[in-house]
């Protein structure tokens, strides 16, 4: 397998120093990507650099995950109005042991001879003093160099810390040293972080007098111009404690078309015969939507597991079923993914003692709830046999009980095929 080939055809390269492909091509290469640990999980943005790095330990090279303890600390200014907060040491070492874990789940850490390896930059900066930086890495560096770059000239007019200004350098040095302790050739990275890699490579250049080389992937944007990887709630993470498997699939289910035809290949580690066969089916019956689904599969399955993917695609159906089924379907939802499906849609809240002597259903939809604008609306809803109790059809006669209550606390009525209600117990 061919890296950088496997990259084009994937549209996984934006920018590519000469020389790179060569380099790849004489044997084993080692290459590193740096991950930011100012949260305690990644996100589905930095999840296109871990498939950089899968693609390039199954191309047999080796790959290192740099994880920025010291540049944690400094914050790198690429695509920032601002400068961010620094964080606490604490907080750093537990980001970074949850970051590294995270990483384990798609690269192989064993015995093999281009195993993984995850290095934290904070192992060669902790017993560098100031005086040492500037004279061993800031005298080879001019600040004509620095000025030019976007992530410094974008900051001009609102202004940026020293701090700030001297991450490059900093990530810089990161490259050197991995150059010269670790045998690392290449550096990728997004399309952002051109301006700090190449700073490496021409430290290494002029401190070293050695040739190292560049690769970046594009930054990801969605068909509609929308931001890939953000929802109403924030960002999509890894960690299901923070985006659950159900909401994590419903972010990729629910791509476009033309959003899942670009996923497929950055996301998933199908071939380029078995994509295009899917298009290809996909294409003949898009409302059946394939890409979406075989997506939205491979990717919970490999970030989460294959139970978390089967309890989401059961969670996702049971709004387009009715019936006994229907009813099974609601009851067996573990409470956490039940609320993750209603999320969002209206509710209110009824007493236990009003269910156990039993509430009329406009009552229930009017009165006691105002999920409808009347009793009349009500009961005009009823007779044209558009309101469901748990899925099931229900007529003016309908008393909501105890034995209607999903996980001991809600009742789910529906009016129509789209407009939910929630009715929770207090």
Sequence with gaps: MNFIEELRWRGMIHDIMPGTEEEFAKGMTSAYIGFDPTGDSLHIGSLVQIMILVHLQRAGHKPFALVGGATGMVGDPSGKSQER?????????????????QLE???????????????????????????DFIRDVGKHISINYMMSKDSVKSRLETGMSFTEFSYQLVQGYDFYWLWKNKNCKVQLGGSDQWGNIVTGTELIRRKGSG???????????????????KTEGGNVWLDKTKTSPYKFYQYWINASDEDAANYIRIFTLLNKEEI?????EHNEAPHLRLLQKTLAKDITIRVHSEEDYNAALSASEILFKNGEEAIAG???LPENIFNDVFEGVPQAEISLAELESGLGIIDGLSA?????????????????????VNKNKV???KLLTTEDLINGRSILIQKGKKNYYLINVV
């Excluded at 944007?221 to 890939?228: H, L, N, P, S, W």
């Design 85 to 101: 907060n620094l964080l606490d040491n604490e907080t750093l070492q537990h980001n970074l042991a949850c970051i590294q874990k």
């Design 105 to 131: 789940q798609f690269l192989d850490f064993g015995s093999i001879n281009n195993s993984a390896e995850v290095v934290n930059n904070y192992d060669w900066f902790k017993n560098m003093n100031f005086l």
């Design 211 to 229: 040739e190292a080389f560049a690769c970046t992937t594009p930054l990801i944007k969605k068909a509609d111009g929308t931001k890939f990887g």
């Design 276 to 280: 295009e066969a899917i298009e290809k």
């Design 330 to 332: 609601l009851k067996a």
């Design 368 to 388: 006691r709830t105002n999920f409808l604008a009347s009793n009349g609306e009500a009961r005009r809803a009823l007779k044209e046999n558009a309101i469901s």
């Design 395 to 397: 007529a003016e006669d």
